[in-house]
Structures are given as structure tokens and as C-alpha cells.
């Protein structure tokens, strides 16, 4: 077990090493930022001046050793354009994110989970047809397409809810946020559903699945003619086999809900790390950039690491098979 | 994706005979026969038809040219769908944009760019992850792991992450979203064809053409990769559906194709602007081009997915 928590462990730091290499090499190639902040008319010390103090006329490999240095010790350059640490920058931001996240995965599983075990029970009705259609658009759907048609429908014809923003924030242990308030939640509410669309979907299909699998079980069929109640052998003996694998999905799912939170962010202008990198993209800000995909690759090495340590104890299979090969 | 490409990848796979009972019938009517059963996968044919239509045909079809700034009036700008123009004398169908120019012809040129950019990028990504899944899958050993490695890790990481990093470094433009989109979605073929040619490998057609001393390539180009494409050709076409979708994303982001040629994505983008002031035309009409191009290739996808799928051969 601790060989293959190691292996993983040194797999994942490999992961990082060649990452950090690949996203500085390429964010080193998007455009000098003096050409941006600097006007093309300044004398030329002021230029260069500027270049010093931001390294870039430094060759690329030692500014990529520079890089590396500072990074150990937590600090990812300053953004060129706000000129504050870019790392805190972006930790300020990640609650928003995280919230949202977080919400999302709460609609993907009371939304996913129910529908999808009635469309696997009722199997060939309307209603679950119905259901297995709306999964299918959900998959199918351009993700932000929708979001704006929300936004057009519930906000902009029905005014029912709002689109932009946070709306009114509570602090809970230093951090801002918004399902505690009700202006927090009508702002919540429409983000975290267009993120969780995908999810919804996927959630679907993986309860029915497993659904139909299990519900001709032999024990399944035992505990009904044991005489246990239909809906007792539905919540406790169905509900707790096919969680499994929802719950290893939802598990990885994470990480692709805060890559796609970028898109829901911007189009709700929802304060959090996603709409701030593509701000930062678009004003060539490095630092940032760099800074937003060093966390956004941690936190995925870290979710995968997590699941596949997981995985090992659950199934051990799983290690033995690594140790092998 | 053309089902003809298909009916001879099914054909060189050699899928189990007609029986003898049957009226004979080539592959490829076999192949049609089975397509044409599902009602709804032929309205996805159809469709997929149509938008390919447009797309190729679009200056030829669309009733104004756009990007001709001659003719473009901006006393036309944000005219409601259905209302006429300044001069009284065009209806505009689906409205003007901000700067008077019919949604409807920049949506045919929008689907031309969108078609290309998805199209183009899939078939570059099919080549490349199939003949690195075939290598891996061939060779086996050190080869094979270290790309499923590396294909692997990439998996781990959302697609439009990927392309987003892409976009972030190479900057806006047709060529560069097309580049950006082979490399996020390359993994995805390169594993589907080394898993295919991993079972496909150890068959005696493959053990027999090594005894005949063919070469690496022969073998592997003649005779592994038609037994490969069923499942390939159900992936492309899901790929091609998803990589107008990221396209679309990525411009709707303002990362994507530039302003001068604007895809589905980037009218989206236009149009949003628009939205909050009740003009909803902008934004809806490239916005149900989209859709509706999505849901076609992903119906006709569906039902490869199902006759090509060996396990429910009849």
C-alpha cells in the first residue's frame, strides 16, 4: 500500500515539475507586456527601465530558475496590470469559485441522483424518456449558450432573477459568502445551475445505469420477498450499490466544474478566479496566467491523487496491477 | 462525418456476412439499411446535410455578403427579425447587428468558419491520435506506456482547459483555435484506437501477416487500422460535434477566432452585449444555428455508435 501511495506521490510531483516547465515556456511566449503598458513613444531608459523590473530582459532559462525559486516559496511574480502578489490575487478569488463549485455539485446530485433513479426504475414510460432526452440536451448543449439564455429569460424578460454579480455577502470565518443571505442566493442560483448542467446530465445517466443493473440482482429480489417495503429496498439496498460509482465521478467531476466555472463566470460576471483569468488573458497579464494555472494543476493533481488513493483501498486490484507493471 | 466513409471501413472490417437467407446485399447497403431505421438518426442526416450545405455554399446562398463594408448600412443596425430595411426595400429575417448586418447571412458565414474550424481540426486530431494509438498499441513495451502516460495525464486535465491554456499563449485566430483544438482533443482518439488495435492485435489475421513477413507498416496500415475505425468513426463524430462547441466557447470567450471572421461563437459574443436591452435576436438566432448543428451530428453519432457497435450486431 505505501509503495503504491509513493509511486503515486512521485508520479504526481513528476506531473507538476514537467507542468510548471510547459505552462511557463508557453505563457513566455505570449507578447512582451512593456509593448503594453509602456507607450511605444516613452524615452528609451523608461523602457528598459520597466523590462528590468519586471525580468523580461532577463534570457528565458533563468527567468524560468527564477520562476521555479520563487515558486517554492509561494510567490508567483506580481500582476503586471493590478501590481499585487498574482498568487494572492487569485486565492482572494478562489472562494467566489469554490462556492459556486460547491453549489453546483449540491444540484447535480439532489437534481442528478432522483431523476435518475426514477427514470431507471420507471424504465420505458414517458416520464423517463422525457428525462433521458433532457440528459441527452444536456450533454448536447453549448454550455454558455444556455447561460445567456437564462440570463435572457429569468433576468432580462421575467426579471425574476438577477444576472450579474455576488449580490449581498455574509463573512463565515473570513471568508465572503453568498448562499447565506437571499440576495446571495437569487444571484447563486442561476450560475450554479448552468455549471451544473453537464453534471446534472452525467448524474443522470450514471443512476439509471446503475439502476437497471442492479434492480435484477438476486438480492434485490431477496430482500423483496423477504418482505421488506418497496421503498426500503429501493433507498437502502439499490441507493447504497450504485453510489459507488457516482461518487468516484462526482469526485473527478470537481476539477472539470472549476476549469468550466471560466465560462459561467464571465457570462454572470461572477467574481471569481475564472472571470479574472480571462481578464488577465486578455491583457496579456503573465504572472497571473502563470499563477491561475499553477493552482488549476495542483488542485487537479491533488483531486487524482486523491481518488486514485481511493480507488486503491476500495479496489485492490487497482495497486496491484500498478505494482506490476 | 459521410456514411460512406463508413460503409467501407465496415466493409474492410468484414462484419460478420449476410446470412444466406437473406437477399443479398453489399456492405454498404447492409450498413444504409441499418441507419435508416432510426427515424430521429435520419432527421440528425438531414440536418448534418443541410448545415454542410450552407457551410460550403454560404456566399452563394446567403442573401447579403456581410463582410462587404459597401454594403453594409449602418442605418440598418439592430433591425428586428421580420422588419424592413432604412430604404424599405429588404426584409431582414433575423434582424441586423449592432452595426446594420443581416444576422441571417452572418450566421451562414458564421457556420462556414464554425464547420471549417470543428471539421478541420477533428480530422488533423483523428490522424494524429491514430497513428499515435496505433504506434503504442503496435509496439507495445516502453512505447505504449510512456504515450498512455502522457495521454493519460492529459485525460485528467477538462478539454477546454486545455484549449483555453492554448488560446492564452498562441493569441486569437482561425489557425491558431484550430491548432489549439487538435492538441486538446487528440488523447481522445489516441485511446480509443490503442484500445481497439490492442484486441485486434492478437487475432490470427494480424499473427498470419507477420508470417508473411510483411512489413510493420503494411501490417499495420492494411490490415489493423480497418479493423480499427468502427468505434474510431463513432468518436470522430462526437469529437467533430464537440469541437464546434469548444470553438464556439473559446470565442464566445473572445480567445477564439478573430473579429473579421466571425464564427457562431463570436456572433454569440456580439450579440450579448445587446441582450440586456431586449434585443434578443442577436444572440438567440447563431445560438440555435449552433444548437441545432450539434444535435444533428450527435443524432447521426448516436446511431453508429449503435450499428457498429459489434455487441449488438443482429
Known amino acids: 500500500m505505501s509503495v503504491f501511495i509513493i509511486r503515486r506521490l512521485m508520479q504526481s510531483l513528476l506531473v507538476v515539475v514537467i507542468m510548471s516547465f510547459l505552462v511557463f515556456m508557453a505563457i513566455y511566449q505570449i507578447g512582451d507586456p512593456t509593448d503594453l503598458l509602456v507607450s511605444p513613444d516613452a524615452p528609451q531608459e523608461e523602457i528598459e527601465r520597466v523590462k528590468r523590473d519586471f525580468g523580461v530582459d532577463l534570457p528565458f532559462h533563468e527567468q524560468y530558475f527564477k520562476f521555479v525559486g520563487k515558486a517554492l516559496q509561494g510567490d508567483l511574480g506580481n500582476s503586471f496590470v493590478m501590481n499585487d502578489p498574482a498568487l494572492q490575487l487569485i486565492l482572494q478569488k478562489m472562494p467566489a469559485t469554490l462556492e459556486l463549485a460547491f453549489s453546483a455539485l449540491f444540484l447535480s446530485i439532489v437534481l442528478g441522483i432522483p431523476l435518475g433513479v426514477y427514470a431507471g426504475l420507471r424504465h420505458g414510460t414517458f416520464s423517463s424518456k422525457l428525462i433521458m432526452s433532457g440528459s441527452i440536451l444536456g450533454f448536447s448543449l453549448p454550455t454558455f449558450w444556455v447561460g445567456l439564455m437564462m440570463i435572457m429569460i429569468f433576468a432580462v424578460y421575467l426579471g425574476w432573477l438577477p444576472s450579474t454579480g455576488r449580490g449581498e455577502t455574509v463573512e463565515v470565518l473570513g471568508i465572503e459568502v453568498s448562499f447565506l443571505t437571499w440576495d446571495g442566493l437569487t444571484h447563486l442560483f442561476m450560475p450554479a445551475l448552468n455549471l451544473a448542467l453537464l453534471k446534472i446530465s452525467l448524474v443522470i445517466r450514471l443512476a439509471r445505469a446503475g439502476v437497471r443493473e442492479t434492480i435484477h440482482m438476486d438480492y434485490i429480489k431477496f430482500a423483496r420477498a423477504k418482505g421488506l417495503a418497496y421503498r426500503r429496498v429501493i433507498l437502502l439496498h439499490l441507493m447504497k450499490n450504485i453510489m459507488i460509482p457516482i461518487v468516484t465521478v462526482i469526485g473527478l467531476e470537481f476539477g472539470g466544474l472549476i476549469a468550466f466555472s471560466v465560462i459561467t463566470e464571465t457570462i454572470f460576471a461572477w467574481p471569481g478566479m475564472g472571470k479574472l483569468i480571462i481578464e488577465s488573458i486578455l491583457l496579456l497579464d503573465r504572472p497571473m496566467v502563470v499563477a491561475y494555472l499553477m493552482i488549476t494543476v495542483m488542485m487537479f493533481i491533488v483531486i487524482n491523487l486523491l481518488v486514485d488513493i481511493l480507488y486503491s483501498i476500495l479496489d485492490p486490484r487497482v495497486r496491484l496491477q500498478d505494482v506490476k507493471s | ?249 473559446l470565442s464566445f470567450l473572445g480567445l477564439g477566432v478573430p473579429q473579421t471572421e466571425p464564427s457562431l461563437g463570436m456572433l454569440i459574443r456580439n450579440g450579448f452585449d445587446y441582450m440586456h436591452s431586449h434585443k434578443y435576436w442577436i444572440t438567440f438566432f447563431p445560438g440555435v444555428a449552433l444548437l441545432v448543428t450539434i444535435v444533428g451530428i450527435n443524432l447521426v453519432g448516436d446511431q453508429l455508435r449503435d450499428i457498429l457497435n459489434p455487441r449488438l450486431q443482429k
Request: hydrophobic share 55%; net charge neutral; charged share 15%.
Open chain 2, 1 to 249: 462525418m459521410k456514411p460512406e466513409a463508413t460503409a467501407e471501413a465496415s466493409a474492410g472490417g468484414g462484419i460478420a456476412p449476410a446470412p444466406a437467407a437473406a437477399k443479398v446485399q453489399t456492405p454498404f447497403q447492409r450498413f444504409a439499411a441499418d441507419f435508416l431505421e432510426s427515424r430521429i438518426a435520419v432527421v440528425g442526416l438531414v440536418i448534418t446535410t443541410i448545415v454542410v450545405f450552407i457551410a460550403i455554399f454560404a456566399p452563394l446562398i446567403a442573401p447579403t455578403d456581410p463582410f462587404d463594408l459597401a454594403k453594409v448600412d449602418v442605418m440598418d443596425n439592430l433591425i428586428a427579425p421580420g422588419d424592413k430595411n432604412f430604404a424599405g426595400d429588404f426584409t431582414y429575417v433575423l434582424g441586423t447587428d449592432g452595426s446594420g448586418r443581416d444576422m441571417l447571412s452572418a450566421i451562414f458565414y458564421g457556420l462556414r468558419t464554425s464547420i471549417t474550424v470543428g471539421v478541420s481540426s477533428g480530422l488533423i486530431a483523428l490522424a494524429l491520435g491514430m497513428s499515435v494509438g496505433l504506434a503504442a498499441a503496435y509496439f507495445g513495451g516502453f512505447v505504449d506506456t510512456l504515450i498512455m502516460r502522457i495521454v493519460d495525464i492529459q485525460l485528467s486535465f477538462p478539454a477546454i482547459l486545455i484549449a483555453l491554456v492554448f488560446m492564452a499563449v498562441l493569441g486569437p485566430g482561425i489557425d491558431k483555435t484550430i491548432m489549439a483544438l487538435i492538441v486538446a482533443q487528440w488523447a481522445y482518439y489516441a485511446r480509443t484506437v490503442r484500445g481497439s488495435a490492442l484486441v485486434e492485435r492478437r487475432k490470427e489475421y494480424v499473427e498470419a501477416a507477420t508470417c508473411l513477413a510483411l512489413s510493420h507498416r503494411r501490417i499495420v496500415f492494411r490490415h489493423l487500422l480497418p479493423n480499427c475505425l468502427p468505434p474510431l468513426i463513432v468518436v470522430a463524430t462526437v469529437q467533430t460535434a464537440h469541437a464546434i462547441s469548444l470553438e464556439a466557447t
